[in-house]
Every structure is written in C-alpha cells, then in structure tokens.
C-alpha cells in the first residue's frame, strides 16, 4: 500500500532506464484497464500544503513512482490510455473473471509493443514481469 501525500507544485527530477509494464485503471475511464509502461523509479519534487519550506525531493520506486506518474499525468491533462499498450484495453470484468483470459491478453499486448519497439522476442517467452529495455 502507498500512503497518501499531497504534493503542491509536482514534477519529475529524473526517470530511471529501467521501465516496468502493469495494469494501470483511472475512475476517468470507469470499468478499463490497460497495460503501461513507466520507468521504474522517478527522483521527485513537490511542496507540501505546509508552506514556507524548501520542496521535497524523494525517489519513488515500483508502485508509488507508477502512481505518482499517473496522477501528475492527470495536472498535463493525460489519461493512461494514451500511454497504454493499445491491445492491452479490456473491461475490468474479463480481467477479473478470466484468468487464462488476461494472461493471453499480456503475452499478445507485450508482443505487440515489442515488436513497435523493434526488440526480438527471446526464446524463453514473454510475460508480464518482463522489464522493456529503454527507450532511446
């Protein structure tokens, strides 16, 4: 679980190499998932509502650094979906109710965006565990 910070003035230092793909939701696209890709750990800075101090620097890793991403995405004014492995948009219900259902979905969705990102698929596979190389 990730403890609630209110974070006046937000913005990314620096993204790590390093990316991680997950399922990402938003109460802005009710009942949707997608698969997204993000750096796995960002160095932040934001206020507090406290005032008068100097900013919070802090590094975020795996799911508060996802959230943070996702939640300063929405002061730009973008949803996941325009960040999401397109194959990957399913109904939250078919997710949940079909295991075998969203594990086909991954592997076609990873396969997909590797192929985008011009990187061979290996031999052993794909799952969603997989970290994507870099981007340029």
Same mark, same amino acid.
Request: with cysteine; hydrophobic share 35%.
């Given at each position: ?9 937000p913005k990314v230092l620096r ?12 109460? /802005?696209?009710?009942?949707? =998932?997608? %698969?997204?890709?993000?750096?796995e750990r960002v160095e932040v800075?934001? +206020?507090? @509502? ?37 194959? /990957?948009?399913?109904?939250? =219900?078919? %997710? ?10 991954? +592997?076609? @969705? ?27």
């Amino acid at each position: 679980s990730v403890a609630p910070i209110i974070a006046i003035n937000p913005k990314v230092l620096r993204r790590s190499k390093d990316r991680t793909v997950e399922w990402e939701s938003c109460l /802005s696209v009710p009942d949707h =998932s997608g %698969l997204v890709e993000r750096p796995e750990r960002v160095e932040v800075e934001y +206020q507090t @509502a406290v005032g008068n101090q100097e900013p919070i620097r802090q590094v975020l890793k795996g799911d508060a650094a996802r959230i943070f991403q996702h939640e300063l995405d929405h002061l730009d004014g973008i949803l996941y979906t325009s960040k999401m492995i397109p194959e /990957s948009f399913s109904h939250v =219900s078919a %997710l949940t109710r079909d295991a075998d259902y969203r594990e086909a979905l991954e +592997q076609r @969705a990873i396969r997909a965006e590797r192929r985008r990102q011009g990187i061979p698929e290996d031999d052993e596979g794909l799952n969603i565990d997989i970290q994507l190389p870099a981007r340029g």
